[in-house]
């Protein structure tokens, strides 16, 4: 059977490679892991765990419901790239004009200027955990992102992605040693304080911290960079599928070890305030030595792999537009501006996390603010899916319909709930 993708991407998993499509899907794995694995980043682990703290089991169901919106998403971002041969920002430039692209590029500038303070924050509270002085744990964090990136190719920080970010199922673990209570647990699914602006605020960070701009630009561009091409849009988007599945199970499971540790508090009646207070719920349940470890391995594995995706996503898109080198296959004399924009948007956040912020609030912000800026993005990746993309791959029919929808209530959900509970 061949294995070609239909328009619509129907049969994903039913699908047999053949067994010459094996070494295909071998090659192909990256770009869509890794983003997986950077969608559980600092900000999804804190907005999860503030959300099984202050309101249980709540919002559980509500991890699994974002899992087909970002798929689409990515699965979208994954077949322009591979069949346009184009990031998002400069396939915006080059078929619709300046504004357009403009527009993408100062959202995609405001997601992930809140997205690095939001990893090194993570990282330099991880740090606090140990005793290590913020500012320390800061630049450390920057000297050691940076070297990663300039010293590597693409394929070699992919490599070193993937494993950082492999950390991140130590929370699946920890959701199994806080033993919840299944009967509460299955009491509380449906059981949503809609009319509630504190409950309404943290749906919109769990939308906003599922389906991020920034992840939707890496996906796109980081297939081009590692030399894909439309031959492996099968084993994109089963490897995008696997990982939406493993990274909201991922974030699902922080839900459920906090609800777990704090399942004699009222709802909505104990907020997180510190990185620390977050290690301490996890501790509750299994330990406290266990609990910071496996809560500090967690977290840094989310916060490095999004760390590194945010910069290479920002001076990706910049230099598509701009028409400069941004390839990681290219060494910094030959990419100056590439890996200077790099080090100047690390080193920056850097200072402005050594400066003191409230990880927790900023956390949550950061969520609020890319459910905001999300539609604006996935009106993009529709439109351009619908418009720019060969005959048989074009996004239409009942598939098309579907992603519409699910885009629009998505979008939808996020802005009404992020507007709401923060007025």
Request: aromatic content about 8%; hydrophobic content about 55%; proline content about 4%.
């Amino acid at each position: 059977m061949s294995a070609t993708p239909g328009a619509g991407g129907e049969g994903l998993l039913t699908r047999w490679l053949p067994r010459g499509r094996w070494t295909a899907l071998a090659f192909a794995i990256g770009p869509g892991l890794v983003v997986m694995l950077a969608d559980t980043e600092a900000g999804s682990v804190i907005a999860a765990a503030q959300s099984g703290a202050q309101w249980g089991y709540r919002l559980l169901l509500l991890q699994f419901a974002l899992i087909p919106a970002l798929f689409m998403a990515q699965e979208l971002a994954a077949r322009l790239g591979l069949c346009t041969r184009l990031g998002l920002a400069e396939l915006a430039l080059r078929r619709l004009g300046r504004a357009p692209a403009a527009l993408l590029l100062t959202t995609l500038t405001l997601s992930c200027v809140g997205a690095l303070v939001t990893q090194l924050s993570g990282l330099a509270g991880v740090g606090q955990l140990y005793g290590v002085p913020v500012w320390q744990s800061t630049a450390v964090a920057v000297a050691g992102l940076l070297t990663i990136i300039w010293t590597g190719s693409y394929r070699s920080v992919e490599r070193v992605a993937i494993a950082v970010g492999l950390c991140e199922l130590a929370f699946l673990a920890l959701a199994w040693l806080a033993r919840p209570n299944l009967a509460e647990m299955a009491a509380q699914l449906l059981r949503m304080p809609l009319r509630d602006r504190g409950f309404l605020y943290l749906v919109a960070a769990n939308v906003g911290a599922c389906v991020i701009p920034w992840a939707i630009f890496y996906q796109q561009s980081a297939s081009i960079d590692k030399g894909l091409n439309r031959a492996h849009l099968s084993a994109a988007r089963i490897e995008t599928f696997a990982g939406a599945v493993l990274c909201q199970t991922i974030t699902a499971a922080i839900v459920i070890a906090a609800a777990a540790a704090f399942s004699h508090g009222a709802p909505g009646s104990r907020p997180l305030d510190r990185v620390g207070d977050i290690a301490e719920a996890f501790s509750v349940a299994i330990g406290p030595s266990a609990g910071r470890i496996v809560f500090a391995l967690g977290l840094s594995g989310g916060a490095l792999v999004a760390a590194i995706i945010v910069c290479l996503t920002a001076a990706w898109a910049f230099g598509e537009v701009l028409g400069l080198r941004h390839s990681l296959s290219e060494s910094p004399a030959q990419a100056p501006w590439f890996y200077g924009a790099l080090a100047a948007v690390m080193i920056g956040g850097g200072m402005l996390v050594a400066s003191g912020v409230n990880l927790v609030r900023l956390s949550i912000a950061v969520g609020v603010l890319n459910a905001l800026l999300a539609p604006i993005v996935l009106g993009f990746i529709y439109h351009l899916a619908r418009t720019q993309l060969p005959a048989e791959l074009r996004l239409r029919g009942g598939y098309g319909l579907a992603v519409g929808i699910v885009f629009a209530v998505t979008s939808c959900a996020g802005l009404i709930a992020g507007l709401v509970g923060a007025l």
